[in-house]
Nanobody, 121 residues
Framework: QVQFVESGGGLVQPGGSLRLSCTASGSIFGITAMGWYRQVPEKKRELVASITDSGVTLFGDFVQGRFTISRDNANNTVFLKMNDLQPEDTAVYYC???????????????WGQGTQVTVSS
């Protein structure tokens, strides 16, 4: 199957920055897109940012230019650089990959375990 290793979460003061990374491994034939979602208790998981294998990016409306996403296709890794973090950005951040595990298989969505981001003074 597919596994993710997520890193970079933690505690940061308002206005600070963090860089999240996520590496996928396992039975991977191809990855069409990777990205990050976030969730707080009692709310739906929401898109933070995603990037396709050709470099097309998509961001949640709340990002407003503060975050950038990049991808290392050769190493199945996605990076999320978050600047000007605010308390409302506090959430568990989940890595997501849309992955084909065989040449003729369909693309499925896979999730990491999540990493906590806390923005507080």
């Amino acid at each position: 199957q597919v596994q993710f290793v997520e890193s970079g979460g933690g505690l940061v003061q308002p206005g600070g920055s963090l860089r999240l990374s996520c590496t996928a491994s396992g039975s991977i034939f191809g990855i069409t897109a990777m990205g990050w979602y976030r969730q707080v208790p009692e709310k739906k998981r929401e898109l933070v940012a995603s990037i396709t294998d050709s470099g097309v990016t998509l961001f949640g409306d709340f990002v407003q230019g503060r975050f950038t996403i990049s991808r290392d296709n050769a190493n199945n890794t996605v990076f999320l650089k978050m600047n000007d973090l605010q308390p409302e950005d506090t959430a568990v951040y989940y890595c997501n990959g849309r992955i084909r595990t065989s040449r003729w298989g369909i693309v499925n969505s896979y999730w990491g375990q999540g990493t906590q981001v806390t923005v507080s003074s």
